[in-house]
């Protein structure tokens, strides 16, 4: 079992930054591949961004490739998303999210732990 608990939302004007944090509970932090996903209104949760267990590789979708960086900390038990250059379309509900696979996985089936989400405002 893992608890995640996020931070850092809030709202920024168009091209500012924000750094959203997730905080996990237990031991086993390392275990796990992390990823954050969002969910906009009226609209499906999407893959914004996975890094392995170790931070050896990370993956993002092409629409924040450029802008956001995923990063985690173990011995924090933390993952972060540094949003960059944020554009109003990036307004959603942030949640961070931990999986199992080895393998890279952009789907919510994928990630068996989830957090109750931040939510990040960008005005125009």
């Known amino acids: 079992q893992v608890d995640l608990v996020e931070s850092g939302g809030g709202l920024v004007q168009a091209g500012g930054s924000l750094r959203l944090s997730c905080a996990a509970s237990?031991?086993?932090?390392?275990?796990?591949?992390m990823g954050w996903f969002r969910q906009a209104p009226g609209k499906e949760r999407e893959f914004v961004a996975r890094i392995s267990r170790f931070s050896g590789s990370t993956y993002y979708a092409e629409f924040v490739k450029g802008r956001f960086t995923i990063s985690r900390d173990n011995a924090k038990n933390t993952v972060s998303l540094q949003m960059n250059s944020l554009k109003p379309e990036d307004t959603a509900v942030y949640y961070c999210?931990?999986?199992?696979?080895?393998?890279?996985?952009?789907?919510?089936?994928?990630?068996?732990?989830w957090g109750q989400g931040t939510q990040v405002t960008v005005s125009s």
């Open positions: 999210a931990a999986s199992t696979s080895a393998r890279v996985t952009t789907t919510r089936a994928g990630y068996v732990y």
């Open positions: 237990g031991r086993t932090f390392s275990s796990y591949a």
